[in-house]
């Protein structure tokens, strides 16, 4: 007369054979004890947490409703070590305080006796390009509350160390491009198994036009102006004779200049937009529009300071010069000629 549970490929044996009061399965559930006495109908009802074995619970519990007899009463619930009862009239509760892998036997029995282990059903799901008139978020990030409502807290960690707390009215939430993280966390007393922390990279939607609209659930957080591109522009000073040409950085908006690059003459500076901007597609600008290059090489120190400007042999200042040495000539041609005349004169 052995009681065996059912197991793949073995359906059991007598667990519904009647042993007295009881079935073989009831005498199982007992560790092969006396069972708890048959509820009475008529008494009052407590539903409790029946651990799997009651002595340890190693496999879990069962949400079962009994007689409060069957819990006070002669080898009732109350001598089963890991059970969780609630208080009722005459007994103040069992292990309803106890921690059960970070989970209070309170907590378990609300959850109906679930061991409070829950994992992600779906990793979040970036969708890039997201983009037309009315909102010009570059993408969105999208997490899943299936089979898991009230269960998991989803929160999307950004740039700026903005944290989101995503809802479950609104599982996609739209950003701007750039790196974020978002993380499940185990709530009402869940804990997330499996992967909890998913690295996410939204790209830059690149038929959209400088920045992006703000969204109302991040407004506290990010602050972007509609349609404003980030601006940065540079000049270049004239060289003179005591130094070269110089670099000048010029204002920017919404934008930051990293520290330029001088070597041989030649610049190179870089400006970074701000979280959430872009530059305009142009020259130097970025494929992703986060930044804008200038480069360009500046003018040297003039060498031809303090000497008379000459230009070529075709130039101006070279005739102007030849002229005024050729009538310098003729004068005095002119004024040997008439001397020598006059000594001859002098001799007739």
Known sequence: MDIISAFPGYPGKNLTTMFGAYTGQQILDAECGTPAPPPNPEEEKVTLCHAKPPATAKNGWNEITVGVSAVTGPGGHDTHAMDIIPAFDGFSGQNLDTDFGGVSGAVLLRMGCEQGYVEVPYPPYVNDEYCY???RWDGSITVSFAGVSGKIEYTIYGPDMFA???PESDPTTYLPAGDYLVEAVGINGWTVTGQ??????????LNCQCAVDMISTLA??????????????VSVTPASCEAAGGLELGDTLYA???DPVIEDGHYSVTAVADWG??????PGVSDDGAEKTFEGDLPPKLTNCGTLPVTGASGSGSLLWLGAIAVLLGIGAVATTQLGARREGMLD
Do not use: K
């Open 133 to 135: 008139d009315s909102e």
């Open 164 to 166: 989101y707390v995503v």
């Open 196 to 205: 909890s922390t998913f690295p996410v990279t939204i790209g830059a939607a």
């Open 277 to 282: 901007y872009r530059f305009l597609a142009g």
């Open 220 to 233: 506290e957080l990010v602050v972007v102006e509609d349609h404003v591109c980030a601006e940065a522009e």
């Open 256 to 258: 930051t200049w990293e």
